[in-house]
């Protein structure tokens, strides 16, 4: 039998594995998840498509208070009671649809005994897989996301350099992540995605990566001429890929 190997996840064509999601960071990027693993899946018909069991959770305390802030509680127990229900529930393996919150991984993967798939550097190695000798990539990316330096740390350690928007528009694009969240985001808010991405554009940057699921809800209106991968595109192929192993 042939194995692919996924983010150290062994893959078997011949079976077909359940994800559990980790949601509600915030909703509608849970959903558009879900949207973007559906359209990845090579389907003939409703039973060829993934089984997902997902708790959409919007009570997981902030992770803008607790890293940015400093004011807010730690979602990490929550999101590894999750976990755990979902491996109860049937999960073989979970994802986590928010970047910000890998910062919590390790303490979410200590709760449970199956595997969870890490975004982050599931996008990292997918970018410098396609990308080997790029030099400057380019993250739009909420405030904790930098703060953490959860990418940065993985590209200096291959020797790639990261740009990130200027402090002005770094404020705007919080913003919009807010309005994301609640669900008011308008087309102003795309604007403000497509001058960060021009400004990156301006110093260099080879390759853009959109590092915050709320911006991959707008982030088809970035039109820019290098590659801009999408972390939360890469997930849902990623998902795909362990489900259905050589079909992709």
Same mark, same amino acid.
């Given at each position: ?28 990027? #849970? ?104 030099? #400057? ?57 497509? #001058? ?8 260099? #940057? ?34 795909v890929r362990i489900v259905k192993g050589d079909l992709l």
């Amino acid at each position: 039998m042939k194995l692919d190997c996924i983010n150290g996840f062994a893959v078997k064509p011949v079976e077909e594995k359940i994800v559990g999601v980790i949601g509600g960071l915030g909703p509608e990027a #849970t959903v558009d998840l879900m949207r973007r693993v559906i359209e990845a899946t090579p389907a003939k018909d409703d039973a060829d498509h993934i089984r997902m069991i997902v708790d959409n959770n919007p009570k997981i305390p902030s992770r803008i208070k607790a890293l940015i802030e400093g004011t807010g509680e730690s979602p990490a127990p929550l999101m590894a009671e999750m976990a755990r229900k979902l491996a109860a529930f049937g999960a073989d393996f979970l994802v986590i649809p928010c970047n910000t919150a890998h910062f919590y991984y390790d303490d979410i993967c200590a709760a449970v005994d199956i595997p969870i798939l890490n975004m982050v550097d599931l996008t990292v190695e997918h970018v410098l897989k396609e990308n080997p000798f790029v030099q #400057t990539v380019g993250l739009l990316a909420s405030e904790a996301v930098l703060l953490t330096k959860l990418y940065l740390k993985r590209f200096e350690e291959r020797g790639v350099k990261q740009n990130h928007p200027s402090a002005q528009l770094q404020t705007r694009i919080m913003t919009s992540i807010r309005k994301i969240k609640a669900g008011k985001y308008q087309e102003e808010d795309k604007s403000v995605l497509q #001058t960060a991405a021009e400004e990156l554009m301006s110093r260099n #940057t080879e390759i853009l990566i959109v590092a915050c699921t709320e911006l991959s809800i707008i982030s088809d209106s970035i039109n820019v001429e290098v590659p801009v991968y999408d972390a939360s595109q890469v997930l849902a192929e990623g998902i795909v890929r362990i489900v259905k192993g050589d079909l992709l």
